[in-house]
């Protein structure tokens, strides 16, 4: 595990479920002591930064919406 608390090499999905695996963290909270909050807030963080990053990498490879010839829309 990194110290973000996310295990190396840890993928989540992109979308809604990758933002859900990335909140389930939480969960654990209300069993947890105090002292170990900040860690699940970061590991909670960690995930959703990489689902965000995902998101735009995939937008990055998407061709463009308009059907890519210009002057259509």
């Known amino acids: ?3 973000s608390g996310i295990a190396a090499g840890e993928h989540y ?3 809604a479920d990758g933002v859900q ?3 389930s963290p939480l969960g654990r909270l209300a069993h947890a002591p105090v002292s170990e909050h900040v860690g699940v ?3 909670v963080l ?3 930064e990489a689902v965000l ?3 735009e990498d995939a937008g990055e490879r998407q061709p463009e919406a308009h059907g890519g ?3 259509d829309q």
């Open 1 to 3: 595990m990194t110290d």
């Open 13 to 15: 999905a992109s979308g």
């Open 21 to 23: 695996a990335a909140l």
């Open 41 to 43: 807030f970061e590991q």
């Open 46 to 48: 960690a995930g959703l």
């Open 53 to 55: 990053a995902s998101v």
């Open 69 to 71: 010839r210009d002057g």
